[in-house]
């Protein structure tokens, strides 16, 4: 009944736990939060003989250069990706595509593309058709994150015991893709393979509905006495916690991946009114099924 | 505009921080997980000379008599409050009135009452009735608790720094009022003193609401693969974790709490509507406007 996502250590006999892949030139164009984490991790793993970065703005350049996990900082990506074994595009969400049209012209042939955008569908499309059939593009989102922002705050344990969606279009590259599962897998995180439509059903209602759902909760109480959030206990702490992450980053996520959220955030919303016409009703066995439903649910979560 | 909470510092010169007060003869019926932790607290900061307990179970009064924090272990609940300086009813909150009731006609004359139940307005106007004038009922909710129930999961230091409500009723004795609150300040916890409607209203917001939010997004995505759980985020266990909590304590609250907790469920229901039409519009602004209001909200939160 449900599509079950591929696990990497279905992905074959390419994959051996036993070694890593070292890889002989990594590219990171615009390191972020994640970018840096990714060259960090890749550094202190010894995943690469080079790591090459490329970063917009030249301050920042001239600081990366200072950086022991950078081999090389390129002036422009083009320059960058010219002999690269593999590419992270770890620009923001929504200039991904602006970023692999650019390169596509420059990398070697064969090149391996790969990305940290959290929203996929449209993104890997368009990779895809710019990169191919020169080059080719396995999308991921590594599902790792921090309220900071910017390499400086880059960590290379970001990824460890973390989710990573590698999402494949139909009919990619198999060596390919069984290198891009390899090199999350590498950097530590725990790898599942889907389609890039299926990531962002999952992750508009793992991800995005939550956001909405915490973000909502948050505005709502902030019409009320702003005392009062101080006078509860660990429970509404928890429930709005990720309401302090950062509005650009989510704008972006929701402009992408809209349609999905949509659908998700109304279904909630008839299962939000159904509690509600129960407790209305005051019909307490449906109000009880509803608790321990969501009780089993809760807690049928891996440690 | 908004009715501001009375701190307990602003109860006046009854209260000395540098001095506990020591009470003659803590007594606490029907002990649970909150009950055993006012004992166990109780003991360990040297707050009662006698310690007195009545549990409704037999097989439970006999292995109290074992524990080191229990003086006195009464074989009924009238014996137990004959000689009480402070009686703590820690029944569940749906048996709390009958208790007060059944113990009215034994108190001593000018015994203090109070309690942990989780909601106050029809309990409190019930026991101060059932009491008055022999006695004062002043009602409490301590802000704590675990996943785990029972006086066997007691802690002492269960209310440190945690919010705990007292409720007293308009016109109740003001001595009566300072001593709850004291005890409870003894404890610990962070005593905040206000009417049981007030009460009742804030809690509707800031903890039942949050756990309907909570167990409808549980039941929601447990329609959906059963997989998806263990692909996300922190942000989703967080937002979530309350799900798992007791259903039975908080049906209990549910019943008790109903029209405040419907009335705070519909506006937010209105809240989440609006972030809907504004994506549903791509009405970015707006989303941004709505992440960035949620965020100042949170980021408010004490550390």
């Known amino acids: 009944m449900f599509p ?71 002036e422009t990506a083009a320059d960058a990706v010219r ?19 650019h390169i596509a012209p420059h990398l070697p042939a064969g090149a391996i593309v790969t990305d940290v955008g959290s929203v996929k569908g449209e993104l890997c499309r368009a990779c895809h058709s710019a990169l191919t059939p020169r080059a080719h593009f396995i999308g991921a989102h590594p599902m790792a994150g921090s309220e900071k922002t910017g390499w400086e705050n880059a960590t290379p344990t970001l990824f460890e015991k973390r989710v990573c969606f590698v999402t494949p279009m139909e009919g990619a590259d198999e060596t390919a893709v069984a290198t891009v599962a390899r090199f999350w897998s590498d950097l530590g995180s725990e790898v599942t393979t889907l389609s890039p439509d299926q990531h962002d059903e999952i992750t508009a209602h793992v991800s995005h509905l939550p956001q909405v759902v915490a973000t909502s909760l948050a505005t709502f109480l902030a019409t009320k006495n702003p005392q009062w959030r101080n006078l509860s206990g660990n429970g509404l702490r928890d429930t709005t916690r990720i309401a302090a992450s950062d509005a650009t980053m989510w704008i972006e996520i929701f402009q992408q991946n809209r349609d999905e959220v949509l659908r998700a955030l109304r279904q909630f919303q008839d299962e939000l009114q159904c509690f509600q016409t129960s407790l209305a009703n005051r019909d307490w066995p449906e109000v009880r099924t509803r608790l321990e439903r969501g009780k089993a649910w809760r807690d049928g979560f891996r440690p």
């Open 4 to 74: 079950s996502p591929k696990p990497i250590n279905s992905t074959g006999p390419l994959l051996d736990v036993f070694t890593k892949s070292v890889l002989e030139n990594l590219v990171i164009l615009a390191p972020g939060l994640l970018g840096g984490s990714v060259a960090r991790a890749a550094h202190a793993r010894g995943l690469a003989h080079r790591i090459t970065v490329w970063a917009r703005r030249p301050d920042a350049r001239l600081k990366l250069r200072e950086q022991p996990w950078v081999n090389h900082v390129a």
């Open 83 to 101: 002999d690269a074994s593999l590419v992270v595009l770890a620009a923001p969400v929504d200039k991904i595509i602006e970023l692999a049209r």
